[in-house]
């Protein structure tokens, strides 16, 4: 006990509360769940509807509820609490899905953009519910979401004008402009008692089909992100778990794990079978679904800051979507890998010329 209070010390003395840390880890999120919504194909979810919004919903139902209860009662969880962790829990991480279809190739499949779509579903009913539960309801709320409406609606428009007059020039206009926007309506959520992520998500998902037409801009922001604010994010998520009580109670972390994969796999098989037939696909695009990361420790955070879950509460919350993001990922990628609806490798590229040209040099 003693190593695990020096660790805990250790930990405190980081400085994880202070301002200029906070803010950057803030706005990491912030940016990251930007980019999360900005990487929605608009064709997906008109071709494959039925299938994405249907996964989409249970995938998000099943854990929420199920995690719920879990907490509630072989927990002991207060409610308040066990609904925060459900939201937490429910998450897929459109993060580790989006690298693991690039890397395997799914990404240009249909089978691979079901799965992307099922997840923006997923991960839209999670940011709606963190706002609506957790949310007071109050004039400041009517006030944030009209100015959010609004600027949602104008945002496609004033965004495209934008590009037109200004883009192309090294003061990278559309950065700015979309990092405006963010911030701008995100200290109207923080203001209104809402959280800061809530429109970012909606503000990425208006302008995925600008963002996939150009994407010069948008790698220009997730490098930004990736490369220097989610790095801060991270690292005040994790100075604020508790190995004490990690070490101490292992078994609520199990449950929390087990009831998060469990809840997603029998939830989700059944109707996966209804669009999947072959049992590799079926498997793989639950164990995808399955997973979490980055809204999953975003809900966790934003009940630790609001009073809501204990240190303990989130540090089980926080590790078991961790390991969420990797034992699933594992499992799928070496039992149930679907290879026969892999991409076939492209020939090499061989130079090619045109007769006129041959003639030329003849």
């Known amino acids: 006990m003693f190593f695990l209070s020096v660790i805990c010390s250790k930990t405190e003395a980081l400085g994880s509360n202070q301002e200029w840390l906070t803010f950057l880890a803030s706005s990491g999120a912030v940016l990251l769940t930007f980019l999360a919504g900005a990487e929605l194909e608009k064709d997906v979810l008109q071709k ?5 919004t249907v996964i989409g919903l249970i995938g998000f139902f099943a854990p929420f509820l199920g995690c719920t209860a879990i907490a509630y009662y072989a927990l002991s969880w207060t409610l308040q609490a066990s609904l925060l962790g459900g939201v937490a829990l429910s998450t897929t991480s459109m993060a580790v899905v989006y690298a693991v279809m690039l890397e395997t190739g799914f990404n240009e499949t249909e089978f691979g953009k079901g799965i992307l779509g099922a997840c923006f579903i997923n991960d839209l009913g999670t940011v709606i519910a963190l706002g609506l539960i957790f949310s007071p309801f109050t004039y400041r709320t009517v006030v944030f979401v009209i100015v959010t409406a609004v600027v949602l609606f104008l ?5 495209r004008w934008l590009t037109r007059v200004y883009a192309y020039r ?3 206009i559309r950065a700015k402009w979309v990092i405006l926007v963010l911030f701008g309506l995100g200290a109207l959520a923080v203001w209104s008692g809402s959280e800061a992520v809530l429109p970012a998500y909606l503000i990425g998902m208006i302008l995925a089909e600008f963002s996939n037409k150009d994407t010069f801009w ?3 922001l997730r490098t930004l992100t990736v490369g220097f604010l989610t790095p801060f994010y991270f690292i005040r998520a994790g100075t604020l778990v508790s190995l004490s009580a990690l070490i101490t109670a292992p078994l609520a972390f199990l449950v929390l794990l087990a009831s998060k994969v469990m809840s997603k796999i029998f939830g989700l098989y059944p109707f996966i079978g209804l669009f999947r037939r072959e049992r590799n696909e079926r498997w793989y695009y639950t164990l995808m ?10 809900s966790a955070l934003f009940g630790y800051s609001h009073g809501i879950v204990t240190q303990a509460q989130y540090s089980f919350l926080v590790a078991s979507v961790i390991a969420s993001a ?3 990922t594992v499992i799928a990628g070496f039992a149930f890998l679907p290879r026969h609806l892999l991409p076939e490798p492209e020939e090499q590229i ?3 010329y045109k007769e006129e040209d041959l003639s030329e040099e003849g």
Request: glycine share 6%; charged share 20%.
């Open 48 to 52: 494959k509807l039925k299938e994405v």
């Open 155 to 159: 945002l496609p428009f004033l965004t």
């Open 170 to 172: 090294t003061a990278a």
């Open 218 to 220: 948008l790698r220009r």
């Open 289 to 298: 679904m399955s997973t979490g990361l980055t809204f999953g420790t975003i």
């Open 326 to 328: 990797v034992v699933p």
């Open 350 to 352: 061989k130079p090619t």
